[in-house]
């Protein structure tokens, strides 16, 4: 059985920092491209960021270009993601998800998902 687990979202003021952690079991980690998305209150969900099964390539939306970083320990069956500079806009519940194949910004493309971890950003 798959499994996505988030963890490290909380409260933090604008300007301030977050590491979002996802460990991943059930699949062998090293073989899927990850992804983080976010859904804020009334709104749909949306890409964050994506980082190939090597880490060799990452890829952003341009909301979070650089101040958000993904990153990767396939020993460690972990995907990260390093909030910066945060703004009030950035609150929202932060998803990961894996695939393979696509390295991909498309919802659709992902085969697992975890349970979110919520972040609220004050202002």
């Known amino acids: 059985q798959v499994q996505l687990v988030e963890s490290g979202g909380g409260l933090v003021q604008a300007g301030g920092s977050l590491r979002l952690s996802c460990v991943a079991s059930?699949?062998?980690?090293?073989?899927?491209?990850m992804g983080w998305f976010r859904q804020a209150p009334r709104k749909e969900r949306e890409f964050v960021a994506a980082?190939?099964?090597?880490?060799?390539?990452?890829y952003y939306a341009d909301s979070v270009k650089g101040r958000f970083t993904i990153s990767r320990d396939n020993a460690k069956n972990t995907v990260y993601l390093q909030m910066n500079s945060l703004k009030p806009e950035d609150t929202a519940v932060y998803y990961c998800?894996?695939?393979?194949?696509?390295?991909?910004?498309?919802?659709?493309?992902?085969?697992?998902w975890g349970q979110g971890a919520e972040v609220t950003v004050s202002s």
């Open positions: 998800a894996a695939e393979r194949g696509h390295y991909s910004n498309y919802q659709d493309d992902y085969d697992y």
């Open positions: 980082i190939t099964w090597t880490g060799g390539s990452t």
């Open positions: 059930g699949l062998t980690f090293s073989t899927y491209d």
